[in-house]
């Protein structure tokens, strides 16, 4: 059976529903802090909201939302004004064909190419090995460990903090 054609696109308000469903399903859930099993209406708010400063992005197959994934702005900080926390999730039926990598790839154009940000950091669970292995494919670099993480399955996971710098920082051409 031929694979539906993947459309990547802004994440509008009007996806929150979706994308909470996708945050919340089995197969996605347990690689983020989401929880199971609650209210798909508790993350809608949320999700409505315009955030300044960050990039939310969904994966569309055949119009239906099988991934999404953003860089969201950590603090409202000078300081650390150049940093965007990398988030994603892809619905569990469509994982290893490469949703994520497009997602991911988009984000970090906008990044390096529109957006001032220098620094983009995730966290990944250890036993992820699919997700870590993407991630140091694009760049990111393993900066440390944290013990007890997360609590997944009824046993507590380590997860892995990573980061990518900007490649080449935009510069004053002469």
């Not at 993947?6 to 979706?18: F, N, V």
């Not at 999730?89 to 790839?105: D, F, Y």
């Not at 669970?125 to 944290?146: K, M, P, S």
């Amino acid at each position: 059976m031929p694979q539906p054609e993947i459309t990547i696109r802004s994440m509008e308000p009007e996806d929150a529903l979706a994308v909470s469903a996708l945050l919340g399903s089995v197969g996605a859930f347990e690689g983020t802090l989401q929880m199971p099993d609650i209210p798909v209406a508790s993350r809608v708010e949320t999700l409505q909201r315009n955030e300044p400063g960050s990039c939310r992005l969904v994966a569309l197959a055949g119009g239906e939302i099988v991934g999404m994934a953003g860089l969201h702005v950590l603090q409202p900080t000078l300081r650390r004004s150049h940093v965007r926390l990398l988030g994603i999730a892809i619905a569990a039926p469509w994982q290893g064909r490469g949703i994520g990598q497009q997602l991911i790839e988009r984000l970090l154009a906008w990044a390096d190419n529109w957006a001032h940000v220098l620094r983009v950091e995730l966290t990944v669970h250890v036993d992820n090995e699919r997700a870590i292995a993407l991630y140091r494919r694009l760049g990111f670099v393993e900066e440390g460990r944290h013990r007890g993480y997360a609590l997944k399955h009824g046993r507590y996971v380590d997860a892995l903090t990573m980061a990518r710098l900007h490649p080449a920082p935009p510069r004053i051409e002469s």
